[in-house]
């Protein structure tokens, strides 16, 4: 779900379309909406950070990448500025969002830990037996926005500033919430987790079917 706001028409529909939904994720998913609430009472949250100079860095390339018309990087700074912690909580405001993860939000992934981020959300959905090899989709076709951000300083301490609360989030998550997580996994995580990158490494995933899934979303949806 790419859109930003939902409605009741959006949410009733979509429990008709996909009547063996388990999942949803997009945009418009928030942990402290009303709306969504009263379709999905017992939903359980997840969500997926990264590391916020390299987050903001990736949302600054990924736009110039697409063709957007994007202001010079001081000015889209100033709009896009704590950008995880405006997510969660609405606004900057690091305490805020680490109170929202900690009540509502049972499990928090890292990019920068993906694979074992993978392995302890499936432990926490309870979904031993799914699938979750993956292939790398979206990868930016040239990093010369990023080489040019790294090589200047003044950028990256423009960056820096910019996401002072993202970094308090973050780092709440990486020295807390993963250790819990980590945890309650158990004892078996390393070999799991060499497990499963061999796995990676020795065969491809099998392919969904997501031609089948995209005429849905686009001609029915």
Request: charged fraction near 30%; hydrophobic fraction near 35%.
């Amino acid at each position: 779900l790419l859109f930003e706001k939902t409605t009741k028409r959006d949410w009733r529909w979509m429990k008709i379309c996909y009547p063996g939904m388990k999942s949803i994720a997009g945009h418009c998913i928030t942990p402290s909406d009303p709306l969504f609430d009263s379709f999905f009472p017992a939903a359980r949250f997840y969500t997926f950070l990264r590391e916020p100079v390299s987050r903001s860095i990736s949302h600054y390339q990924f736009l110039i990448n697409g063709g957007h018309r994007v202001p010079p990087l001081e000015a889209w700074l100033e709009e896009n500025a704590d950008f995880m912690t405006c997510r969660l909580a609405g606004e900057a405001n690091a305490e805020k969002a680490i109170e929202i993860l900690e009540e509502k939000v049972s499990f928090v992934g890292l990019m920068e830990h993906f694979d074992e981020s993978l392995l302890l959300w499936r432990e926490w959905a309870e979904l031993p037996d799914l699938e979750i090899r993956y292939s790398f989709v979206n990868r930016a076709p040239t990093d010369s926005t990023k080489r040019d951000i790294l090589s200047d300083e003044k950028h990256l301490s423009l960056i820096r500033e910019a996401n002072q609360e993202d970094a308090k989030l973050y780092r709440h998550v990486v020295e807390k919430t993963m250790e819990r997580q980590r945890a309650a996994y158990g004892i078996s995580l390393d070999s799991d987790l060499d497990q499963f990158r061999k796995s990676l490494a020795e065969s491809s995933p099998p392919p969904g079917n997501t031609r089948g899934a995209k005429w849905k979303r686009n001609l029915v949806y």
